[in-house]
């Protein structure tokens, strides 16, 4: 076991929840790329999930997969166990928010937040009420007369997900709504979502490529690769215990050192680290000891700068490097300092700045190691 994984075992897992939504084996292909093959995912009742993956990774076609704009060739999808994967769009009890807000421009707030409700034709006093009740959920009231001309992107951004929460979806599907927004607006309208999505109980997907947003708005994140899942946890999982060293990486471990493995043969459960250019390190790391070429992956955060020489010695509990200190600044809260090193470049931050010249030790120590077998790492 990872040390890190100890600290975990007291940290809020996801909780159990009925299936509301699977993803079965499902096969897409759109021209001549296989976007993602044999996917499959269950969301839960209630739940929050983000699929979070960089762009191109298939985020957005595995959506409007789950909404009925793309038939997968292969697999099916399923809403409380009943096949939905024939269904066109309007028939799944689902609502999509578009990044584009997607109104109609000659409907005034009111025209559209009640446009699905027409659609059903709910007679005209039962709309009304609807339309009332989600403006005052949403902040909008006063403004039901405006043309969406007249609002600003974040009001534009309520009113699309007051039109989708109108007919009371089973699951609210958000393809990107935030990244229209400027950066305060967006983090005032992500907590509005989120604290509406629990109040609501309403079960929510939401793609982004945004980690922070997944990691304050989700239950689960979904992380995807290329077309495959990653990783799926709580945001606390794929931060703390990433899978693979893509999942590090993604999650902000982007420190890289190439290293040798071997079991420390005089302790077990201890695997001995060598090739950083310091002494070689004896440190715990989760599943069988790895042997030979590996990966570590570790935060600019989870790192020290120190002034002592390294250690020629092996040294227990922490890997450590001598480097020079290349460049400094200052993000806000911290000083941000590239090292170079025997090893290659690698971002430390530390409370005070160190002067460009300096000769420090990187202290890195094993809580905040990730290391992966090098064949896994690079498939
Ligand atoms: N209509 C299409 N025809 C062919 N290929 C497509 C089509 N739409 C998307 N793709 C390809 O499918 C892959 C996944 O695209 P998708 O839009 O799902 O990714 P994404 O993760 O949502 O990216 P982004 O964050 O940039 O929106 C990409 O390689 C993309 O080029």
């Known amino acids: 076991m990872k040390p890190s994984d100890q600290f975990l075992a007291g940290a809020p897992s996801?909780?159990?929840?009925?299936?509301?939504?699977e993803v079965d084996r499902a096969s897409v292909r759109l021209g001549n790329t296989q976007v993602f093959e044999d996917l499959s995912l269950t969301v839960g009742e209630g739940e929050f999930v983000a699929l979070l993956g960089s762009s191109g990774c298939g985020k957005t076609s595995l959506l409007r997969t789950i909404a009925g704009f793309i038939q997968p060739r292969s697999g099916a999808i399923r809403v409380r166990g009943r096949d939905i994967t024939g269904e066109p769009p309007d028939r799944r009890g689902m609502a999509l928010v578009f990044q584009t807000y997607a109104l109609w421009p000659h409907m005034t707030v009111a025209q559209n937040i009640g446009y699905g409700l027409k659609?059903?034709?709910?007679?005209?006093?039962?709309?009304?009420?609807?339309?009332?009740d989600i403006a005052a959920l949403l902040g909008l009231s006063g403004l039901e007369e405006r043309k969406p001309a007249a609002l600003s992107g974040g009001q534009r951004q309520r009113v699309a997900l007051g039109r989708a929460l109108a007919v009371s979806p089973d699951i609210l599907l958000l393809d990107e709504p935030l990244s229209n927004l400027d950066a305060r607006i967006r983090l005032s309208v992500r907590q509005e979502i989120s604290a509406?999505?629990?109040?609501?109980?309403?079960?929510?997907?939401?793609?982004?490529?945004?980690?922070?947003?997944?990691?304050?708005?989700?239950?689960?994140?979904?992380?995807l690769n290329a077309g495959r899942i990653a990783q799926i946890g709580t945001?606390?999982?794929?931060?703390?215990?990433?899978?693979?060293?893509?999942?590090?990486?993604?999650?902000?471990?982007?420190?890289?050192?190439?290293?040798t493995c071997s079991p420390a043969s005089s302790e077990a459960g201890l695997s001995r680290l060598e090739g950083a250019g310091g002494a070689p390190a004896l440190i715990a790391t989760f599943?069988?000891?790895?042997?030979?070429?590996?990966?570590?992956?570790?935060?600019?955060?989870?790192?020290?700068?120190?002034?002592?020489?390294?250690?020629?010695?092996?040294t227990r509990g922490f890997l450590a490097l001598a480097g020079e200190i290349v460049q400094v600044s200052f993000p806000g809260g911290f000083w941000r300092h590239v090292v170079a090193t025997p090893a290659g470049p690698l971002v430390v931050d530390a409370p005070r700045a160190w002067a460009a010249g300096a000769k420090v030790n990187v202290?890195?120590?094993e809580t905040g190691l990730f290391v992966f077998p090098a064949s896994q790492a690079e498939s």
Do not use: W
Request: glycine content about 4%.
């Open 363 to 365: 202290h890195i120590p």
């Open 119 to 132: 659609l059903r034709r709910l007679a005209r006093g039962e709309i009304a009420a609807k339309v009332k």
């Open 196 to 223: 509406l999505q629990r109040r609501l109980g309403i079960t929510a997907i939401h793609v982004t490529h945004d980690r922070e947003e997944a990691m304050v708005m989700a239950d689960r994140i979904v992380i």
């Open 235 to 259: 945001p606390e999982e794929v931060y703390n215990q990433p899978a693979s060293a893509f999942v590090a990486a993604f999650m902000g471990a982007e420190n890289r050192l190439r290293l």
């Open 14 to 21: 996801a909780p159990v929840r009925q299936p509301l939504l």
């Open 287 to 314: 599943g069988p000891a790895a042997s030979g070429p590996c990966i570590a992956h570790f935060r600019a955060e989870a790192a020290e700068l120190q002034a002592t020489a390294p250690l020629a010695e092996p």
